[in-house]
T-cell receptor, first 113, second 111 residues
């Protein structure tokens, strides 16, 4: 139990579907992150929220839309995805943004048909 | 690219042997961290070493840092089958201190 819970663990969707990934942390952290992990590539930072404010959008296509309603919850809304978006999407949290140890969830394995 | 690089990409050893993984990076840092990822799971933070430290220990883990060479190594002593996982280094050299991860070393420890 890492204190960071992601749902669903697996998701298969068509390119025209709309779905959302959910992340919840019970650690009292103030920074939350979305990463994309693809085979044979380094972990790619997508978005960062610090005290509920988005502080990083790493040139992510607009078909990915993050939402952070409070410091404990983070969502990633997906629409009109492409096959190359198939990957493991990891959520993480840390006390605050900036070089601190991060706690990761177990990810959502996303497959785009 | 600011990304770090782990070396080797894959490592296979027998239980009881030591495993050494190396990491090189390109930016100036305040700290460097090592993480482990078991298959199908998220990353788990193992150890953090600050830029003014040269060596740090945690249980069977030993981490060294050479900022002049922009490199770090992770040594796992007396390895166990349960140590089988991918290991990643991460530096805080990104914008606003965001972590930059390497591609990882896949360690296989055979019983």
């Amino acid at each position: 139990e890492t204190g960071v819970t992601q749902t669903p663990r697996h998701l298969v969707m068509g390119m025209t579907n709309k779905k959302s990934l959910k992340c919840e942390q019970h650690l009292g952290h103030n920074a939350m992150y979305w990463y994309k992990q693809s085979a044979k590539k380094p972990l790619e930072l997508m978005f960062v929220y610090n005290f509920k404010e988005q502080t990083e959008n790493n040139s992510v296509p607009s078909r990915f839309s993050p939402e952070c309603p409070n410091s404990s919850h983070l969502f990633l809304h997906l629409h009109t995805l492409q096959p190359e978006d198939s990957a493991l999407y990891l959520c993480a949290s840390s006390q605050v943004q900036g070089g601190q140890p991060q706690h990761f969830g177990d990810g959502t394995r996303l497959s785009i048909l | 690219s600011q990304q770090g690089e782990e070396d080797p990409q894959a490592l296979s050893i027998q239980e009881g042997e030591n495993a050494t993984m190396n990491c090189s990076y390109k930016t100036s840092i305040n700290n460097l961290q090592w993480y482990r990822q078991n298959s199908g799971r998220g990353l788990v933070h193992l150890i953090l070493i600050r830029s003014n430290e040269r060596e740090k220990h945690s249980g069977r883990l030993r981490v060294t840092l050479d900022t002049s060479k922009k490199s770090s190594s992770l040594l796992i002593t007396a390895s166990r089958a349960a140590d089988t996982a991918s290991y990643f280094c991460a530096t805080d050299g990104g914008s606003q201190g965001n972590l930059i991860f390497g591609k990882g070393t896949k360690l296989s420890v055979k019983p």
